[in-house]
């Protein structure tokens, strides 16, 4: 959908399978499954870490606590950088080749030109096309994107109207929340690694707060970077072949899609309240401390 390779168009316009090796190994796909995949075991270790620095300042299991904060922060550490570096830098280097108008609105980059710096803050002003109040790190985009400083970087403006992201500020503030949580998040797990390092991460306070806290921060760069990759591929449902507009099934009325998506969502709220009541359970449990059978009857 991304980025569709092995593909052949037929005599009626339909799109067919043609090589099944190149479809399978779509250089996308692997980048965007080994992002996806690190971003995953990122969450899961701050989810551990918070657990781990939960107990800790309650003073409860205390042995588990530790446990969960060593395998949390150092699993959260390694993780973090592997979802900057190399993988979010590869699925950049895809976009920038294969989608550069997604990559010019997420960027909120207007100008084309050589030595593009990257824009960390600022406020995308489509009508008047321009970044407002920009923030902007020099050259940076030029190597992020291609890897040279003297690299060009299209802007909006070198593309129809017509093939532009619908949301562009939506898609610009995505892309920058993902990106800005993800420097946060190697920085916290490098400073508690730092602190276990030197053997004080139990004794300071502070920073098992912000372990706790922390957590929500991979869920919202997970959902961040969801909607980078959707609304980066508008108006293109299949990039390039085959636009959303034309996606509709006439078989199905509007009302019947809003009812199946208000049934969605009524089903993820449920689904949803319950993961919540049912994790705040166990953890108000805690750990079980009994010796599991088949350990005890080896024993
Ligand atoms: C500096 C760090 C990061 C960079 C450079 C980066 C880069 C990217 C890029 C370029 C995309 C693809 C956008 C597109 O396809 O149009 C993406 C998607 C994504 N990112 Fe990141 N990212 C970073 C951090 C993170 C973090 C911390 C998480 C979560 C913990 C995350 C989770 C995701 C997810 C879930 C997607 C969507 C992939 C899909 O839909 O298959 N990213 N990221």
């Not at 299991?61 to 395998?71: G, V």
């Not at 949390?72 to 570096?85: D, H």
């Not at 591929?233 to 990039?239: D, F, G, K, S, T």
């Not at 449920?270 to 024993?299: K, M, N, Y």
Request: aromatic share 12%; glycine share 8%.
């Amino acid at each position: 959908m991304q980025h569709p390779v092995g593909h052949r168009v037929a005599a009626d316009g339909s799109l067919l399978l043609a090589d099944f090796w190149a479809f399978l190994f779509n250089p996308w796909a692997i980048a965007q499954y080994a992002h996806n995949m690190t971003s995953t075991v990122v969450t899961a270790s701050f989810v551990v870490a918070a657990l781990g620095a939960f107990y800790l300042l309650q003073r409860k299991h205390l042995e588990q606590a530790r446990l969960f904060l060593k395998l949390g922060t150092t699993a959260g550490l390694i993780s973090s950088v592997l979802v900057a570096f190399p993988t979010g830098d590869v699925q950049a280097k895809h976009v920038a080749r294969y989608q550069p108008v997604a990559l010019a609105a997420m960027e909120g980059r207007f100008e084309s030109g050589p030595r593009a710096g990257l824009n960390m803050i600022g406020q995308p002003n489509v009508r008047e096309r321009r970044l407002d109040n920009p923030v902007t790190v020099p050259l940076a985009l030029s190597v992020l994107a291609f890897g040279h400083t003297s690299s060009e970087v299209q802007g909006l403006n070198d593309f129809p109207e017509r093939d532009w992201p619908d949301n562009i500020e939506l898609l610009y503030y995505a892309f920058h929340i993902m990106a800005g949580l993800g420097t946060i998040l190697i920085a916290i797990m490098a400073a508690a690694n730092l602190l276990a390092w030197l053997g004080r991460l139990e004794k300071t306070g502070p920073m098992l707060w912000v372990l706790m806290l922390a957590f929500p921060f991979p869920y919202i760069a997970v959902i961040a970077g969801w909607l980078t990759t959707e609304l980066g591929r508008q108006p293109w449902l299949v990039y390039g072949l085959f636009r959303t507009a034309q996606g509709s099934s006439p078989m199905v009325s509007g009302g019947t899609a809003l009812f199946t998506l208000l049934g969605f969502c009524g089903l993820y709220l449920v689904l949803g309240v319950l993961f919540l009541f049912l994790i705040a359970r166990e953890i108000a449990h805690g750990p079980s401390t009994e010796t599991p059978r088949r350990e005890a009857a080896h024993a």
